[in-house]
């Protein structure tokens, strides 16, 4: 079989890509696509460790399904914030939304 | 080192496809390419959890991501208009950016492949057994007192929460 | 390996079932004739110019459709791994899936009372 | 290794060994068995479409009192040849300002994803594609592909009628899928199995229709609108959004797209007869497997016409009443079928009437967990249907009041004048 740090690699290279699109992007959207890239690849990471050490433990499917839920959350209400500042404001660049009043 | 089989081969066009979907996602300028990269990425890792014995995950990862979230994103892309109002791909801490995740990069490479730095490369990181949990397994695990329950009904009022919480952010109230 | 065998034969689906329908567009595209114009290409609309942009703005209803949807997606993640399992399961297991899904009923009906599920 | 007698029945089921015993490395014997196997069952659904296309239209025209296609072969049955052919000579009109390569890719998703789901599907005992364990997840997740091919044909085609269309369909897609898996999760509970072939095994002694008829309707109606069937034709909607997503497309490519569609009903049937009528169970498939063909094809075209006959027969709903038909009635009575399901498998359970080991391919010993759900089934539906009435009930009366009161007023003003 593949060994386990080749999974590890493809997925630290994921998170890399995720972090910087998060950092870099300058649309809001994108960030959002950053986030999920991240998410994912911890999620190879878990995967990959169940399968590797512990694959009679349900630990790390458990943990994967709920980061599931986190990403399904994190887009969720993401993008309905995205929406509803793009309706007060125009705009989707995060740069441009620095007041806290509404 | 690595023999070349079938898993092998799944393997290099799965992560070929993570990681290409992964470059698309961060630097093309059209959105909705970018959700068809995201889409690529992630069933790249679809692909991987089917080579990790987890086929449960995978299909979900199908389900949740290329069904439902990657519409989700279409979504708003187009609620937004915003793949049609940009100019400029990347902010101005661009540069600051990829130095950290190079960096980033860098380290947790350094950190993965050290322990198996000068071993025999083939045996680093297999499988402790050939005997894999089942989804059956999962549900049992999920609904026991002892181990997920918590968890489990914590990941509803979640959904719930965002579900609310999203409604009435994204509602036109005026 | 015999399971990794039953996803080899998905993989060789996956990667053989797109030559199916590729494979008469292909052909059509020696056949057909090609002559465009720019009027033959321009785009439909009951013979009247198209005005401005086509990704005009839409309804926020369609996201609101699309996020009840994700919630309950997201749902089955749990169910399914709890169906199968229900037939081995006691009474506590039911009332942890009793529990999830009333909390998750619980936001269907807020979206109702909020009128969230009305097509506007 | 036992040797394996290679002659012609047995080499369709054993032939990787047959090819690996004379002489082939086994990997490239394997892989030649998977792709032959493939390319069989991928065969299969384009197979069909060729007779579905004739019957579709004959049907319709039946049931319209009209002839149908009559020309081409006896009775016509050969119209789907010319059909092609004129497809295929027609001119391929790519918009301008379209996204050329995510606009051909549409297509080619909308008829893939169709026939993807033809792998899992369980012909007999022993043909299948890949029993794979978690199946009918497979089927769910496979169907979602759809969802993008639409979302990536209308936004490609750049028209506001396609993006406008593909907007609808998505909407409709998704919100109906929530209840075709809810109904799913009812005998994946039942047969504690997502795997096909367990779901049909779990059927011997008696099918989930029986045991589950709420959720076997339900599945078939949300069947309906996920393939665009019926009442539920929203998505070419020619007199309100001129087609719909595929405006745009011509020749094949537009070929592409109807032929997934005419596929994917078809292909819904079958899903349907293989989990809640008991796919190819039937007399004699143990001795002779090859049988379940015929019975899991009797049953599909039993489900498949039924549709049709819907099809021709009902009007289009519109589309707020389709979204609130799903929400508001669907939805809430899947999660309530849910429960009830599930309490009454614990009923079951505490009974101990469930069929144990042998005795669950037995017609008999299956008779005393089957009333038990077919009667809290039946509760449903009668609680569901008066609950209803009732409430359709007061907004009718309600209607007629305002009704009245509306001719009251007009009287009275036309009094005063």
Redesign the interface.
């Known amino acids: 079989m593949i060994p386990l740090w080749m999974y590890l690699l493809v997925a630290a290279a994921l998170f890399c890509m995720g972090a910087y699109a998060v950092l870099a992007r300058r649309n809001a959207v994108a960030i959002l696509m950053g986030v999920e890239l991240m998410l994912n690849a911890v999620n190879i990471n878990l995967v990959g460790f169940w399968r590797y050490q512990q694959p009679l433990n349900m630990a790390g499917q458990a943990f994967a399904a709920f980061v599931f839920v986190i990403a399904a959350a994190e887009a969720a209400v993401g993008l309905a914030i995205i929406i509803s500042v793009y309706r007060q404001r125009k705009s989707v660049i995060p740069d441009e939304a620095d007041t806290l009043k509404g | 080192m690595l023999e070349l089989n079938v898993q092998t081969l799944a393997f290099f066009v799965f992560a070929l496809f993570v990681l290409g979907g992964g470059l698309g996602v961060i630097t093309t300028r059209n959105l909705v390419h970018g959700t068809l990269y995201l889409i690529l990425s992630l069933f790249g890792v679809a692909g991987f959890f089917v080579l990790l014995s987890a086929p449960f995950l995978a299909v979900v990862q199908v389900l949740v991501y290329i069904g439902a979230i990657a519409i989700l994103i279409v979504f708003a892309v187009m609620l937004t208009r915003s793949m049609t109002s940009l100019h400029e791909v990347v902010n101005r801490q661009w540069v600051l950016s990829t130095i950290v995740a190079v960096l980033l990069f860098v380290m947790l490479t350094v950190t993965i492949i050290l322990p198996v730095w000068g071993q025999d490369g083939s045996l680093a990181g297999q499988p402790v057994s050939e005997v894999v949990a089942t989804t059956t397994d999962l549900g049992k695990a999920l609904v026991d007192g002892n181990q997920y329950v918590l968890p489990f009904e914590v990941a509803s009022l979640l959904l719930t929460a965002a579900m609310i919480g999203a409604i009435v952010i994204a509602r036109d109230d005026e | 390996m015999a399971?990794?065998?039953?996803?080899?034969?998905?993989?060789?689906?996956?990667a053989?079932?797109?030559v199916?329908?590729?494979a008469?567009?292909f052909?059509?595209?020696l056949?057909?004739?090609?002559?465009?114009n720019?009027i033959?290409?321009?785009?439909?609309?009951?013979g009247v110019e198209?005005v401005g942009?086509?990704?005009?703005?839409?309804k926020?209803?369609?996201?609101?459709?699309?996020?009840?949807?994700?919630?309950?997606?997201?749902?089955?993640?749990?169910?399914?791994?709890?169906?199968?399992?229900?037939?081995?399961?006691d009474?506590?297991?039911?009332a942890?899936?009793?529990?999830?899904?009333f909390?998750?009923?619980?936001?269907?009906i807020?979206?109702?009372r909020?009128d969230?599920?009305?097509?506007v | 290794m036992p040797e394996l007698e290679c002659a012609f029945p047995q080499v369709v089921n054993n032939l990787a060994p047959c090819l690996a015993q004379g002489g082939m490395n086994a990997d490239l014997a394997n892989f030649i068995s998977i792709l032959l196997g493939v390319v069989l069952i991928a065969a299969l659904p384009l197979a069909t479409l060729l007779i579905l296309l004739v019957v579709e239209r004959k049907v319709a025209a039946r049931v319209q009192d009209r002839i149908g296609p009559n020309r081409v072969g006896p009775y016509g049955l050969l119209q789907s040849i010319p059909d092609a052919l004129k497809m295929m000579t027609k001119e391929d009109i790519t918009p301008a300002g379209a996204d050329v390569f995510i606009y051909n890719l549409a297509p080619i998703i909308a008829f893939a994803s169709v026939v993807l789901l033809w792998a899992v599907i369980p012909f007999t005992p022993l043909h299948i594609g890949a029993d794979l364990s978690i199946g009918a997840l497979y089927l769910i997740a496979v169907a979602s592909i759809g969802t993008v091919k639409i979302m990536v044909a209308g936004w490609s085609s750049n028209n506001k009628y396609a993006l406008l269309g593909a907007f609808r369909t998505i909407a409709q897609l998704l919100s109906y899928e929530v209840p075709l898996v809810l109904a799913l999760l009812i005998p994946v509970m039942i047969a504690g199995t997502m795997s096909m072939q367990g779901l049909v095994e779990a059927q011997r002694g008696m099918w989930f229709f029986f045991m589950a008829p709420v959720a076997a309707i339900m599945f078939f109606i949300a069947n309906q609108a996920e393939t665009g069937r019926a009442p539920f034709d929203l998505l070419e909607a020619e007199s309100e959004i001129i087609a719909g997503y595929n405006i745009e497309y011509s020749g094949f490519k537009w070929g592409m797209f109807m032929a997934g569609e005419f596929m994917h009903a078809f292909t819904a049937s079958v899903i349907f007869a293989v989990i809640f009528l008991g796919g190819w169970i039937g007399p004699g498939t143990d001795q002779l497997p090859i049988l379940g063909f015929v019975y899991l094809g009797a049953k599909t075209v039993v489900v498949y016409i039924f549709g049709l006959v819907l099809r021709s027969t009902v009007p289009r709903v519109r589309i707020d009443q389709l979204m609130s038909f799903n929400w508001k009635f669907l939805v809430p009575l899947a999660i309530i079928n849910v429960l009830v399901t599930a309490l009454l498998l614990q009923v079951v359970n505490w009974l101990g009437i469930a069929p144990q080991g042998d005795a669950a391919s037995d017609l008999i010993a299956n008779l005393p967990q089957t009333v038990v759900l077919l009667l809290g089934n039946l509760g449903v539906m009668g609680t569901v249907s008066t609950l209803v009435r009732n409430m359709g009930r007061q907004q009718r009366l309600a209607d007629e009041a305002v009704e009245a009161d509306t001719e009251v007023e007009e009287l009275a003003h036309a009094a005063a004048h």
């Open positions: 399971v990794l065998n039953e996803w080899a034969f998905i993989g060789v689906f996956f053989v079932a797109w199916f329908p590729f008469p567009i052909l059509a595209r056949v057909a004739p090609r002559k465009p720019p033959k290409q321009s785009t439909y609309e009951c198209t942009d086509t990704w005009v703005q839409f926020v209803q369609y996201y609101i459709y699309g996020l009840i949807f994700l919630v309950f997606d997201v749902e089955m993640i749990f169910l399914f791994p709890w169906a199968v399992a229900y037939r081995e399961l009474f506590f297991a039911f942890a899936g009793f529990l999830f899904i909390l998750l009923a619980d936001a269907l807020y979206a109702w909020k969230a599920l009305e097509w």
